[in-house]
């Protein structure tokens, strides 16, 4: 890492001045850790999707097809007749500059057009030369220019800098969400065959298996099992982790992430230990074994293809409920578009907690809830036995995730969590938390290594606000309910804060969770010493 | 470098205008043609607007939340930055479109001496903002005094409440001082904010010139030239019964206004201003974040090619069976 990316006391020298040349001009230039690599032809060609071939953004020549302006502008003219977002904010933008320091992007870069408000004049350009009379008329005058090759580059290069994470929107006066521009500037990327291998691999990927990683049925299978064995060695409980279990209560659906990268195994070790204690009758599957979605990185219809698949498996395992499992994105897509896309769940019941007989009537359309509900739920009536000191050894932080926060309002549940099951929890400061909170830097498909500086600068905010606790309250943890947190957060950390890791919330309630039968628990669940079993060996 | 052409376009306007007045031939053009086509390109361009945004849908349910969810019943949710139900987002449209409530979260963001980064509260924006647009509404609804025959109370309340401080004679209008000043900021904004100037566009410094050259004529005859206020209300009237008359002797500075704001109403449907209309459209406030209670139909949901669970099993069924996973067909 530290040969790939600047030193901190370094990145952080931020040039806010914008250059002097008219942001008009396209001029792009892809260096080495600041862009993403472009698919692979068999990914692309996997989904169906047009135009895959060899090729990288740095080269001069992207291969286009001979068309590609058309194919553009008639994307362009669909998407604005089938989106009124998209329409409307093309339209009332009245660059207020509200947005602009809000962006990871823009603070962690300086580079103007990661303000909001100009990723979107990037395309509003190209909406008003070609769509309105005053563009057509005055072109630069009116703020319209020609679709050339190198505006198209530069959509590539700033929609894929950007995380889709909406904090701008909610500065913003009108509500004009650049997560909605990113997402139909990408669309219409793809169009001519511009996408990037990070979001398409994991969607190619789980579009075959099931999963981002393509991990098939017999080594799904494996990992749940390796890690039942894992927790009966750690807790002495032997908990179950059935798979395409029919007729189970409820469909339990995590990121995939959860069984195969780290430090999101552990979160997996807490759930199964959570489920096993409440006694839900519960099933993975193992083909709905992925709930994170990279169709909402690249196109609406890849949202509804790979997110089919959710209530396909609760129909035919015949289960009541859908239980969620701690993934940002996924959420977004599960809470905003999966009852619309396919649904209606007439087949399903509204979830009712067979513990506490706690019925979720907010989620009784969509008949899936967060496991951070269903958890706040059992603490709240004591079904719970915690024992908070095991988790000592930290003094946590949370981070809301993106979409949790921005696209669904889930901030509470899992505060309330982490109080119950942690004796020394700290808020970061006011403004970077809740729905104010900052992004990893590293969402939307962009946590891929080559991309490594942007992702470096994206993260800065957020990590600067970790520092700060770190520094002021003795902050080791970073709580947070989401994969790509979990994933991208730990190097975050490393670069900025170091000696702040990072957990999920179902970690901490599996440390604390004091199970029936459990034998006596010397380790966490990462198998490190209990802070009160190593002083009492000290004492001793 | 839009700025001058944006400023030279408002004073050629604004000169049109006085030449309008000074020559008696263009009087009847320029005071009541204008007027005319000035209004009827503003609505039916308003309406046109309002239509093509309306008549694309809404396919999803995206409001941005900003505050707790409704979820369980003892956790207290936020109602108005994150409603669920149609009373709270009347709230929230109504904070967001009377006190720019999103505005209000406005921070800046700065990298301190130690390398951190603080966000500290920034309200000048929003109250530059609310300034003007309410000084604005409050100017537009005296105006209705020229235009009303008799003059409702509340409009003659709106004008004694706005000359309180009863400052000269005729009384100093404080909406008039305020929305001055506030344009001012506005454009001092725009321009001594490096960030801000590199986004802006020709048109929205058009926008603040023209608001302003509308203000400082309205201003220059109330205060100065002391227009013939009956003659001006002769006109209005005239105009809004259809029964137009030639102002006489409104003096040129009077045409000025006219003419300016006569092209503010023109360009209106077509510029940035639209947004006084599309706030309330916009899907990221005005939907409910009750996404997983009630279904949210998009119209032209279309089916999918799909990897279907039998494709699945099919594919890989040799090692589901070594696996001892069970098969939906054997």
Redesign the interface.
Known sequence: MSEQAPKPEELVQIDYTPPRRNWMDPAVEFRKGTFCYSAAPKNVSYVGMPNPREWQPFDKDWKLPADWQRIILDGMKDRLDKYRSFRLFMDICVRCGACADKCHFYIGSGDPKNMPVLRAELIRSVYRRYFTAAGRLLGPLAGARDLTVDVLKEWFYYFYQCTECRRCSVFCPYGIDTAEVTMIGRELLNLVGCNINWVLEPAANCYRTGNHLGVQPHGFKDSMEFAAGDLAEITGVRANAPINKKGAEVLFVVPSADYFASPHYYTLLGYLLLLHEAGLDYTFSAFASEGGNFGLFSSHEMIKRLNAKVYSEARRLGVKWILGGECGHMWRVLHQYMDTMNGPADFLEVPVSPVTGTRFDHARSTKMIHICEFTADLIKHNKLKLDPSRNDHWTVTYHDSCNPARAMGLLEEPRYILRSVCNRFYEMPENTIREQTLCCGSGAGLGTDENLEMRLRGGFPRASAVRYVRDKCGVNLLACICAIDKATLPPLLEYWAPGVGVAGVHELVGNALVVRDEGERTTDLRGEPLKQKEEAATHA | M?IW?SLAAVIALAALGYLGGSVGALRTPFGIILPYAAITVFLAGLAW?VI???????????P?????????A?????RL??P?TTLGVLGRMAL?ILL?R??F?????E?GAD?????SEQKF?WLG?LAFHWSFLVIFLRHLRFFLDPVPGCVMALHRLDGFFQIGAPVLYATDVVILVALAYLLWRRIK????????????YFALFLLAGVAVAGVLMRYLTKVDILEIKRLAMGLVTFTPVVPDRAGPLFFVHLLLVSALLAWFP?S?L??MA??F?????NLA?N????????P??YP??????EE??H??RD??V?????L?KE
């Open positions: 839009y052409h607007r093509r945004w309306a008549r694309s849908p809404v396919p999803f349910r995206i941005t939340t900003c505050g707790q969810q409704r979820s369980l003892w956790i207290r949710c936020n930055d994150n669920h967001e720019f999103s505005l979260r406005n921070t800046s963001a990298i390398q951190r980064l603080t966000h924006l903002a904010d490096a960030r801000v100037r590199y986004i802006s566009l020709a048109s929205d077509f940035k639209m947004h599309g706030v459209l916009s899907p990221t406030r974040n996404n997983r209670m009630k279904r949210h139909i998009n032209w949901n999918v090619p799909l990897h279907t669970y699945w099993e594919e890989f090692k589901m070594a696996a001892g996973l069970p939906d």
